[in-house]
């Protein structure tokens, strides 16, 4: 007996059949859009009563996923059996054609415990944070600045409060806006754990980590999310209250700081795989903060390296939002043309990167190069 539930953390799947046959099984599902018009994560758990040599997984409905028009075998998902460590899936990729044009892609799950979890990426949401923060040795402060639209706490992490006047320089960075965008995640959880061995203090550093706390907590993709995805909501006028409660925040760091660089970490389209890029927007950016943003993606993309970064480093994009009024931008926008300061959006990809698995370290050493690069750019 096979069964599959979407009743764990990140839980997200739907139109779930299985098939079983001797001791194989061939389980189909898809990525839920939950409430938003894409889809792409998905996280669920396939429980066995008995001994099977493989389990087949098929996505269905890939074509309806938010891929970024790139090679599907850049996908990748992620395995953990029986309560183990996370770890990918075995290159198994195969790409079945339907007669009416559709396809599905599909990965074997070789040896399967009776207990399997599968998702898109390495989940990372409270429990990950908190156990970030127990390895902190207290560097890092956690405080409850308000409240998601369901109620849900929003945590900042600060590695100095500082008082008014004392004018460090400051970044801020922002991460999981979309919310199942998970490699961004842990490149930040890299990044904040090499901060804590380098004791950095000439430095304020204030993060959210899991922004839009409610799509995470609920499983959500989280991208153009109805009525307004987070990253499409800052402004002058915001358009949702975690936009709200986050900007008052930044208001209080930009006290404390002489603010250097707004970070803001996603992940692309769930196939792109040709390394981490910056999303670059230049559209009548002052000429000022785009030179500043230069020298740091010149800098972050030296140090993480070709074996990690896309080769040019950054993809150019309109800014999306109302420019004339300030309303609907993006972080990094709002940064640039409300604030001032220069800001980038950092995407991370699911799977591979330049051919190479991207494992849970990869990530992490991605975070403590671009930490590195931080602490060399504030002290030039
Ligand atoms: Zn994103």
């Known amino acids: ?56 997984l098929v996505l269905k409905h890939p074509y309806n996923m938010l891929m970024g028009s790139c090679e599907l075998s850049n996908i990748l998902p992620v395995i953990r059996k029986d309560g183990e ?15 009416d044009g559709r396809y599905q892609i599909s990965w074997i799950l070789n040896n399967p415990g009776k207990i399997n979890d599968i998702a898109l990426c ?5 429990p990950e944070l908190e156990s970030l923060l127990q390895t902190s040795k207290g560097y890092w402060k956690k405080d ?13 992490l600060a590695n100095d409060y500082s008082s008014a006047g004392t004018k460090k320089p400051g970044i801020y960075i922002i991460a999981r806006q979309h919310s199942g965008e998970t490699p961004g995640s842990w490149v930040l959880d890299g990044l904040m754990r090499h901060l804590v061995t380098l004791e950095t203090k000439d ?20 991208k153009d999310y109805f009525p307004f995805d987070l990253n499409r909501s ?55 903060i785009k030179n500043k943003e230069f020298l740091w993606i010149n800098l972050i993309g030296k140090e993480v390296g070709n074996e990690y970064m896309l080769s040019g480093l950054k993809r150019n994009s309109k800014p999306e939002g109302d420019l004339k009024n300030m309303v609907g931008l993006m972080f990094t926008c709002y940064f640039d043309y409300v604030l001032k300061i220069p800001a980038l959006c ?35």
């Open 346 to 380: 950092i995407e991370v990809p699911y799977g591979i990167s330049n051919d190479k698995a991207l494992e849970i370290k990869d990530y992490q050493e991605i975070g403590k190069r671009i930490a590195i690069a931080i602490i060399k750019g504030i002290k030039v």
């Open 85 to 99: 460590q996370w770890h990918r899936i075995e290159k198994t990729y195969q790409f079945h054609t339907l007669p």
């Open 122 to 126: 390495y989940p990372y949401g409270l």
């Open 1 to 56: 007996m096979i069964k599959v539930s979407t009743s764990i953390p990140y839980g997200n799947a739907c139109d779930v059949s299985i098939e079983e046959c001797g001791n194989t099984a061939t389980v189909y599902f898809a990525a839920s859009p939950s409430d938003g018009p894409q889809c792409l994560w998905f996280c669920f758990r396939i429980e066995t009563t008995r001994i099977l040599k493989h389990i087949k």
């Open 234 to 288: 800052w402004g002058k006028k915001v358009l949702r209250h975690e936009n709200l409660v986050i900007q008052r925040d930044i208001a209080r760091w930009m006290e404390r700081c002489n603010p250097v660089l707004g970070l803001d970490f996603h992940a692309p389209g769930g196939a792109e795989g040709k390394g981490v890029y910056f999303f670059f927007m230049d559209k009548e950016k002052p000429v000022k």
């Open 144 to 156: 409850i600045i308000g409240v998601s639209t369901e109620n849900r706490p929003i945590i900042r």
């Open 203 to 222: 430095v304020i550093i204030w993060v959210i980590p899991l922004s839009n706390i409610d799509g995470i907590e609920k499983g959500r993709y989280g």
